[in-house]
């Protein structure tokens, strides 16, 4: 049977389902049909024909959580890997895809960076002024055009509606690891304004197998928000956000192929804006949406405080959207987007080659949505995109999913989809001496999805089963040595690439005070080509899961376990030249971590958090160690 999972850790996730189902406590149901609004129309996650996983600030702040990164293993489908110490870079993928293939949006704003390959660098992402985050599990090409082929993350951050809102955090704790932050909230009878400021400073730990240098980071997170209504059906927004994050990292030693101690920084500054307009007009038959926002991201490196090269990005984008309700039934929107990008390069000119170069791209997306209840059980969605490129020849990205309701227990699901991914900037025009060099040829990647999945009540317990099912053809490969030039570079693979598997999701309140939540995740991810011998995909593992457990026996105390499971996973290995290429396994491990929080007074607390409590010795990316234990101690004041 390919989707049991042997040992140990596939009993103790047996035993602990079987007990979850076996409960018979009542409570209340506690989980709401949250509007997820990073689709064109936004509807309840239990009208949406796909697997959808909504994270509330309050599941954050229970665990203590400072970077979102941290609690993203818990997500069935999500695989991370991590390049060693806090603020190395981490690499998402949803469904056994490329990182650069989940579009991920903050208040509106696409911040997939094209300067570091589309992929958003989930290392600097703190949560400090997030109130959820929406994964999408499901190719939303259809929707959000190329960088959404595999799904969608929509961090949607806080807006409150109290008159003020005041808090102020700071803890302590391993590797003398600092964090802090502030947010304050004012809200008026017509307007809001929130703002947030989050910092941290950590000496890290030595991300290489030898030496003992330790390689530190320093994050500095601020934001903005606000709201005027200007009349009762017109509102103004606006939202702007700032990192800026310095990440000291260990270069590779060509004498060993592997990480070794070297004074390598990365400087960081993000920017990002959104701008909007949003109106109801006709009695609310027609929702008018204008949105304009612009990202900026600058990545410069430095070795031994010298320039190192750098690359820059600037993202703007104006999208419009018309919604219209045409019977309380069936509601329709068309859209359309229009993207600039542009992406530059600078460094070194060499006889090898001269990495000096801006580049430039324009998109226009039109789409057009539907969403319709058939009946009571039956609902059905829709989706046809077509984007025209500057660069690349049209396409058309479409969807059409189903639900169907048996009972108010028992809802089934599917969809079917098509989308693509263009080629990065870097994967055309990229070029790192001694590393890498470009292909200004590449085609796009095209993928068919598929999807049918199970959502079932046991009383307060909910259970989501989901089935899914990916071929990608042009799977662009990054890792193909060139005779001539000496160096890797990217091309078309002629075979697909397929991912298929299963999900699985236990969420149960066994009482008032205890919440248990069970994920596993069977994924068999393989390429086409052989590289090296395997066909596996790269840092896939085949099994993971999660074990959460949230408690409240008073008012004023929580407490929470969190363990993590990953299975082993495949990776590339580049001894000294002449020697290929190798495929090394990363061994599967344990991360257990725990949080508790204890209300001193009215308005001040205290918390604690543990990291890697087993203080196991793991890597995401072959030859680069991440920290052992670690534990911090804090306080929170609230007004």
Sequence with gaps: MPFLWEGESMRLFTLVFLVILSSSVA???????????????????????????????EELELQQIFFLADYLKTIPGVALAKSGSVGG????????????????????????????????????????????????????????????????????????????TFVLFGDYGTFNTQNSGARLSKAGANWQLNFSLAHNSSDGTNVSRTGDEKDGYRNTTYSIGGALAVSSDTNLTMNARRTD?????????????????????????????????????????????????????????????????????????????????????????????????????????????????????????????????????????????????????SFTSWQVGATYNFSTETQLFANVSRGQKSPTFIERFGYFPDQFVGNADLSPERALGYELGLKQKFGDTHLDLTFFKADLENEINGFVFDSQTFLFTATNMDEKSRRKGVEMTLNSFLTDDLQVKLSYTYLKATEGHHTAGTNRELRRPKHSGSLAIGYRPQDQISLSLAATYTGKANDLFFPPWPDPSQVVTLDSYWLVSAAASYQLSENLSIYTNIKNALDNDYEDVFGFSNPGLAASLGLRFRM
């Design 27 to 57: 409570a209340a149901d506690n989980i709401e049909s949250i509007k997820v609004t990073a689709v064109r129309i936004p509807v309840a996650v239990d009208q949406m024909a796909a697997a959808i996983t909504i994270i509330t600030d």
């Design 89 to 164: 870079q981490t690499q998402l993928r949803v469904r056994g895809a490329e990182a650069n293939q989940t579009l991920v949006m903050i208040d509106g704003v696409e911040v997939n960076d094209p300067s570091t390959g589309d992929e958003f660098q989930w290392e600097h992402l703190t949560v400090n002024d997030i109130e959820r985050v929406e994964i999408i599990r499901s190719p939303m090409s259809a929707t959000w055009g190329s960088d959404a082929i595999a799904g969608v993350i929509n961090v949607v951050t806080r807006k409150s509606d109290l008159p003020s």
């Design 245 to 393: 994050a310095s990440t000291e990292f260990d270069g590779i030693d060509w004498a060993t192929g592997l990480p070794a101690d070297s004074d390598s920084v990365t400087d960081v500054h993000k920017d990002h804006l959104s701008v909007g307009l949003q109106t109801m007009l006709f009695d609310g038959l027609l929702y008018q949406s204008l949105r304009l926002t612009r990202f900026k991201s600058d990545n410069d490196s430095f070795l031994a405080g010298t320039d190192n090269g750098s690359t820059d990005s600037v993202k703007t984008g104006f999208y419009v959207d018309s919604r219209f309700t045409l019977t309380p039934n069936h509601r329709l929107t068309l859209a359309v987007d229009h993207e600039d990008t542009e992406f530059t390069q600078r460094g070194v000119d060499s006889a090898f080659g001269d990495p000096n170069q801006k580049q430039s791209m324009r998109t226009t997306g039109y789409v057009v949505a539907y969403l319709g209840n058939v009946n009571q059980q039956t609902s059905v969605t829709a989706s046809l995109r077509y984007d025209d490129s500057s660069v690349f020849d």
